[in-house]
């Protein structure tokens, strides 16, 4: 991963968040993605939500796979943990990671070819953990960093930059997520941060697996006439379901809703997320109609965006484990490892 450390000046007036940092501090090294490229403008947003949540950047793990896509940690939160890992196994490593430290704030990064060609099997599986991870899909319907094939997003129909037809079905990730029982589920263009930051904040806060996939335009490879994840195409057929706003506790409430219908969820931080139904017959809390919604619109062209279904009901992966509150470096060695007495009595119950 190539590595440009940014000149760290800071202009004295910066705002300063809860915790005394900058948005500078939330910052990683100088990117070296193509100018104009969707994952910079996420960056921008993950650095937007890190700050304005006052979190302390060395108590968060940032996770990747291999793509331009699984670069983008090296951009932000220069600070906290890190671990790029091989391409499409960044689910496993993330889950064990969040397994061994519940303490840890977890953001995944990955781009479509990395989830949903050769890591589809890990992806499917941790929705169906439920880690507290937040899962960020920068999709850009193809293989950014090998020079612009079609990922298993690509619409069919959709050309590539030469004029060649996708004859392939495409796998759509936020109907998989619905699908799998992920319990946060939204969609997002990198173009729209005033969307993206509330959403990427609440997936954050959540308790669980925050799938979050954010239309992300590659602009050497997939940015033309006949793709369907140009900036042109998304911000012509991007319709909001749902407007999110998080609010968390210690702010002064403010959100102002002159219409439509407001809905509550509370987050297990005590935060909550304001949701507001722009279309009438949206409802982000029902997982077949959230499902049936999105598909209706997709068969006309049209992306949905926005908080598209969230639950709180299910256990995470920590209460269906019935594991130790601690984070395990945490553990006495002898508690962690017992010795060999208590290995023979553990494999004696498996004889
Ligand atoms: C095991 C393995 N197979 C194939 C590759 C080649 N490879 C590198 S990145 C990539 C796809 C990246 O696409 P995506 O995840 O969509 O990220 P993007 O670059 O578009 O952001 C592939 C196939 C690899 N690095 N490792
Ligand atoms: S090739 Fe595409 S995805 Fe990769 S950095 Fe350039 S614009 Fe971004």
Request: hydrophobic fraction near 35%.
């Given at each position: 991963m190539s590595y440009i450390t940014k000149p760290k000046v800071h202009h004295p007036s910066l705002k300063r968040n809860a915790i005394g940092l900058t948005r500078r501090d939330y910052e990683g090294s100088l990117t070296t993605l193509c100018a104009g490229c969707g994952h910079d403008s996420i960056t921008a947003a993950i650095i937007q939500a890190f700050w304005e949540l006052?979190?302390?950047p060395h108590k968060v793990a940032k996770m990747s796979g291999i793509g331009c896509?699984?670069?983008t940690p090296a951009y932000f939160l220069r600070e906290a943990h890190g671990f790029n890992s091989v391409h499409g196994r960044m689910?496993?490593?993330?889950?064990?990671?969040?397994a061994a430290n519940r303490e840890m704030m977890m953001i995944g990064i990955s781009g479509d070819g990395d989830s949903l060609s050769i890591g589809l099997?890990?992806?499917?599986?941790?929705?169906?953990?439920?880690?507290?991870?937040?899962?960020?899909?920068?999709n850009n319907g193809v293989y950014g960093l090998t020079k612009?094939?079609?990922?298993?997003?690509?619409?069919?129909g959709s050309t590539s930059k030469r004029g060649e037809p996708n004859t392939m079905?495409?796998?759509?990730s936020v109907l998989l997520a619905l699908n799998l029982g992920a319990t946060f589920v939204a969609r997002s263009f990198s173009g729209d941060k005033e969307q993206l930051v509330p959403i990427l904040k609440a997936g954050l806060a959540h308790k669980g697996f925050a799938f979050v996939d954010v239309i992300s335009p590659?602009?050497?490879?997939?940015?033309?006439?006949?793709?369907?994840?140009s900036y042109a195409y998304t911000r012509k057929h991007q319709i909001e379901v749902v407007h999110a706003d998080m609010i968390i506790p210690r702010d002064e409430i403010t959100a102002q809703y002159a219409a439509g219908e407001v809905h509550r969820v509370q987050l297990h931080d005590d935060s909550w997320i304001m949701l507001r139904k722009v279309e009438d017959d949206y409802d982000p809390t029902d997982r077949d109609r959230a499902y049936a919604h999105i598909r209706a619109h997709q068969r006309v062209g049209e992306v949905p965006t926005g908080l598209l279904y969230v639950g709180t009901d299910l256990a995470d992966m920590h209460e269906q484990m019935g594991t130790i509150p601690e984070a395990l470096t945490d553990l006495p060695f002898e508690d962690l490892c017992p010795g060999d007495a208590a290995l023979q009595?553990?494999?004696e119950r498996f004889r």
């Open positions: 006052d979190v302390e896509s699984s670069k689910p496993s490593v993330a889950t064990g990671a969040a099997g890990q992806l499917c599986h941790a929705m169906r953990r439920n880690p507290n991870l937040l899962y960020v899909l920068e612009g094939q079609f990922s298993a997003s690509a619409d069919p079905a495409s796998i759509d590659c602009v050497t490879f997939n940015d033309h006439v006949g793709s369907t994840k009595k553990l494999q």
